[in-house]
């Protein structure tokens, strides 16, 4: 963590903090203005009120989103870019279809719960959402039940996967933020993951698809096997597991671990990744270099707004942290009493609820903990803990404010009511999850 080269009036400063977070929240909720300008907004006006000099104040917008993107940039591009392919491929459909055949429709919960873990760590939950949610209609026209039952468990896969599991977006950026080896991040995010995935997804839905009959959608009849041939789930899955491997493997000590170590940098392990993708599902399976060209293109489309965001999030936690907030709030937060972990997971939790980004909600906690001297002072397995703390309290409390809610609502074809007594409710449960988990594991840390 830098220096902090300006000390602004303590005062002043939690005045200006608490202005700035006002204004943002503001700008955003009552006047729709994008989280993008919004956040700009927001930094300018902390800096300023601050008392920060005006050369510091461009020169921390600078460096916060130079800072903040070169962890996560070439990540978030190689990630859209892998998970492109594995959809386009078939390989997606594949993990789920064997998954069911194995446990048969009695737990095709699981299986689609663990579908959307494995693919959640690579593919952004929209995407993820339009390939594999036919698949649970399909069981659901099978067996004749609510398709909360079948799709809960595939909804709570797909967000625990990406809140947890490197090398997905979130859990690599709060990650970089906290100075966590993404390696130890793996070893915690995966067992979280995989609980939070039980609880919200496979309980959570069995009880609520029970209780709650919601019917198909009107275009199930429409959702037809194309007779595309997949490819194997051994391939697939061996593909897929590359960049989880090689980063695990980077942290074992030893005489190669200068190779593993460079192997196992995640821009490194997710370019390796994709190349295996684009070759194995890909060429190989008939596909021309110029159909992978603009499939990887594609891919590409979103990746720009989304780092944006994440820039302009990175800018307010560098313009907080170089005022000085980190050392005025950290003792006062100590004395309060409670966990640093239950901390953290409280300003993700408001931030989600008020702007209804999970992305925005990561970046302002994980930066607003990153100030502190206490935090950054703790081991890192205490830190993993509160990466898990975080990226569960931005997933929770999922409301009208939020895509992710409209985007399950229209899929399901549910109204506004259901979508809160089932999607909200999964997401808080995620949430709660992982901060009992993450409490638990910062005691043997």
Known sequence: METTTFM?????????AAVG????????????????ISMMISAIIIGVGAGMPLTMISDTVEKGVG?????IALLVGLGSMFGGILEVSGGAQKIAQTLIDKFGQKKAGWA?????????TTVFFEAGVVVLIPLAFSVAKQTRKS???????LLSGLASGYAFVPPSAGSVLVANALGVNLGTMIMVGVPTAL?????????????????MFTKLPANVEEIHDDGKELPSFGLVLGVILIPLILILLSTIPGSVQNILGFLGKPFLALTIATLAAMYFLGIRRG???????????????????????????????????????GTIIGPALEKSGLPLILIAFLIALLVRASVGSSIVAMTMASGVMATMPAVMATSMLYRAAMCCAICG???????????????????????EKTTLKSWTIMETLIGITSLIIALIVSIFA
């Open 112 to 120: 689609l719960g663990l579908t959307g873990l494995v693919i959640g």
């Open 147 to 153: 398709t909360l039952y079948y799709a809960i468990p």
């Open 21 to 36: 977070i006002v204004c943002l929240l503001v700008l955003i909720i009552k006047f729709k203005l994008h989280p993008v």
């Open 195 to 211: 609980v939070c995935m039980l609880v919200s997804g496979v309980i959570w839905g069995t009880f609520i698809g029970n209780k």
């Open 393 to 415: 309290g931005a997933t929770a409390l999922s409301h009208v404010n939020d895509a992710g809610f409209w985007l399950v609502g229209t899929f399901l074809e549910i109204d």
């Open 287 to 325: 596909f021309t270099g110029e159909q992978l060209k603009k499939i990887l293109d594609h891919s590409l489309r979103p990746v720009g707004m989304i780092l944006l965001v994440i820039a302009s999030g990175g800018v307010i936690r560098w313009m907080l942290q170089d005022s000085g907030l």
């Open 8 to 16: 602004a009036d303590p005062t002043r400063l939690m005045i200006a």
């Open 67 to 71: 800072k903040t993107l070169q962890g």
